[in-house]
């Protein structure tokens, strides 16, 4: 027996306004123009958005994994693409596997994208408290939810680049998927930059860093 958690639901959310964006007719319109993000098309920036959505089925069927799990700043503290360069083999590998999710067109990337969010109203409240997943690209595991929750990370950031990248509005997420990627954002930017880094971008203007970027 599983059941919906608020994580889980929040996904759910979050794909939606994914499935919408992909759907969006600006998206298809500029296809084989360049997007905002160096190096991304925006075919390959709309598969990369789609493959937030479309991996957790594929997570899902994967053996479930018997290893504690690590949290979600030890994740981060161990994917390679977090301080990879432009052209090191891990950002080539994500932009790679966008423009292959991408290559049979719009349309047909929105329609798969739309389906497996269809799929996923049933298939998460179906999943067990406290089931662990193991993405096929890392070797640790982590929980259903802080996986779900690096997943809506990835859907707010590159909704807004795909929107900003076609001349669309962006997304605007509820705050049921906001408030946990903005609590990661902000602790990744922390651990990065230093909690009084942070402190003052966000309160004192006159003494914040030129930066405090999580990544």
Do not use: C
């Amino acid at each position: 027996m599983g059941w919906m958690t608020a994580t889980r639901d929040a996904f759910v959310q979050a794909a939606t306004s994914a499935a919408a964006l992909l759907r969006d007719p600006a998206v298809a319109a500029s296809w084989d123009s360049a997007s905002v993000l160096r190096e991304f098309s925006v075919a390959g920036l709309a598969g990369h958005l789609a493959r937030q959505v479309l991996a957790v089925p594929r997570v899902l069927a994967q053996p479930v994994p018997a290893d504690r799990p690590v949290s979600l700043l030890d994740h981060y503290a161990r994917v390679s693409w977090i301080d990879a360069g432009l052209d090191d083999e891990a950002n080539v590998e994500i932009r790679r596997g966008g423009e292959g999710e991408a290559a049979d067109g719009a349309a047909a990337l929105a329609a798969k994208t739309a389906t497996t969010v269809g799929a996923l109203r049933s298939a998460l409240p179906a999943e067990p408290a406290g089931r662990l997943v193991r993405p096929s690209w890392v070797s640790w595991t982590l929980t259903l939810d802080d996986f779900l929750i690096t997943r809506m990370m990835e859907i707010a950031v590159h909704s807004d680049d795909l929107a900003l990248s076609v001349g669309a509005a962006t997304p605007e997420l509820p705050p049921a998927v906001l408030d946990p990627v903005l609590d990661l954002l902000v602790r990744l930017a922390a651990r990065r930059h230093g909690p009084t880094a942070v402190l003052r971008a966000l309160t004192r203007s006159e003494r914040a860093p030129g930066t405090i970027a999580a990544f």
